[in-house]
């Protein structure tokens, strides 16, 4: 199998590949072959982490033959793991995810391709990219002088409508851009992210499909379905509390939190449901930040996980309920307080109501400021962030494309 399928397996002749396969994905599934495992950790870290990298270290596609065949494998199989979710959240969760760490590799490769092609690590280039994409004639480099890399390109109009949003921030607005000639100027940067949004309407197609009764791969996978929607504990959640009160949070958060600021490294769950239950309270990512500052949880991190859970789009995820983070380890059900509450943001908001006086630790150490006040921290969650040009955070949002084969991608 060529190594390039696993790498980026949403190409078509990944799909070509797949299709030849030695075995069935069924066979697979029922046999429990090593894909079937890498395809569950492809899921919960696309939910968990926004990235479907192996934990051991990132695919680069110098691995063995079975590691390749493994991580060629998976994504068909997480792709039937993440429709037996039935859930629209995780569905647009994963496909951003496979679209972030397909850029990623994207941007790795053509760092990487100097001309000299020095060890054997298999790459594409920009060119590979668009043509894949059906626009290697809708995109065109701007002219250099001697050998230097083009830094900005043109693409047809068409396209760049298809693939961007108005709300990814008015620098993407048609009426801010340079026009000429039916194409639209962009950086190659800006050009990479249309590239982004272009896999992951791909990834997001088909999405979620029925499997056929007589397949049997829906027993087999009944256990990683279960364990990953206890790990999610999807439920209603109306909106952010707004307002931080350390000394009301909920036992579980307040050992997660002084567990950080020993300086101990929180797991994936513990991280994801510290994060998920400060996003759910009203706090920015850069309130985040500050407030986890002395802790053993870095600044980038925090601020791109708190930025893939935030409520743009209605599609956060709250913290898991008490019972699935007594299932980690996280929970132990301190004073009895699953009978106040079944999950921490519930427990934390009969707490607020319940006291007598609350100050908020944001207005105590002068965070967020005007700017940040409740009444705009409460309409965070209907306003989608505006992208700044140099190509920070997007909107998760983009376009998902023609309808295909449902198990084609």
């Avoid at 039937?80 to 629209?88: A, K, N």
């Avoid at 769950?269 to 802790?295: K, N, Q, R, Y």
Wanted: a negative charge.
């Amino acid at each position: 199998m060529d190594a390039l399928h696993a790498k980026y397996p949403f190409f078509e002749g990944a799909r070509d590949a797949v299709a030849n396969a030695s075995a069935s994905l069924p066979t697979l599934v029922a046999e429990d072959a090593p894909a079937v495992e890498r395809a569950r950790e492809r899921v919960e870290r696309a939910l968990l982490e926004g990235t479907v990298e192996p934990e051991d270290g990132a695919f680069t596609g110098t691995d063995g033959r079975v590691e390749i065949r493994s991580e060629l494998l998976s994504y068909p199989i997480a792709r039937i793991l993440v429709s037996l979710l039935d859930s629209e959240p995780a569905i647009e969760k994963y496909a951003a995810a496979e679209a972030a760490t397909a850029l990623d590799r994207l941007r790795t490769d053509l760092d990487a391709d100097d001309g000299l092609r020095s060890t054997p690590t298999p790459r594409i280039d920009l060119d590979d990219a668009l043509e894949e994409f059906g626009l290697a004639n809708d995109v065109r480099a701007e002219p250099t002088r001697g050998s230097r890399e083009p830094s900005h390109y043109w693409v047809a109009v068409g396209p760049y409508l298809r693939f961007t949003s108005p709300s990814w921030g008015a620098s993407w607005r048609l009426v801010n851009r340079a026009l000429a000639d039916g194409a639209v100027r962009v950086s190659r940067e800006e050009l990479l992210e249309v590239l982004g949004a272009a896999i992951e309407a791909r990834v997001r197609e088909g999405l979620p499909f029925e499997l056929d009764a007589d397949e049997g791969i829906a027993p087999d996978l009944e256990s990683r379905v279960a364990a990953l929607k206890r790990l999610l504990s999807e439920r209603t959640y109306t909106g952010p509390i707004d307002v931080v009160a350390p000394a009301l949070f909920p036992p579980c958060m307040t050992n997660l939190i002084e567990k950080a600021e020993r300086d101990v490294t929180l797991t994936a769950p513990e991280s994801f449901a510290l994060m998920a239950f400060l996003v759910g309270i009203g706090m920015t990512p850069d309130e985040v930040v500050a407030f986890c500052a002395d802790t053993s949880l870095d600044a980038e991190g925090i601020r791109y996980q708190t930025e893939y859970l935030r409520d743009d789009r209605g599609t956060q995820y709250p913290p898991p309920t008490c019972e699935t983070l007594a299932n980690y380890g996280i929970c132990h059900n301190e004073d009895d307080h699953m009978r106040v509450a079944p999950d921490p943001l519930s427990y934390y908001e009969t707490r607020v109501e319940e006291a007598d006086e609350v100050v908020d630790w944001r207005e105590e150490h002068g965070i967020g400021g005007d700017e940040s006040g409740s009444n705009d921290r409460a309409s965070r969650s209907e306003q989608p962030d505006e992208k700044q040009p140099n190509g920070e955070q997007p909107s998760d949002e983009q376009p998902s494309g023609e309808e295909p084969d449902p198990t084609a991608n």
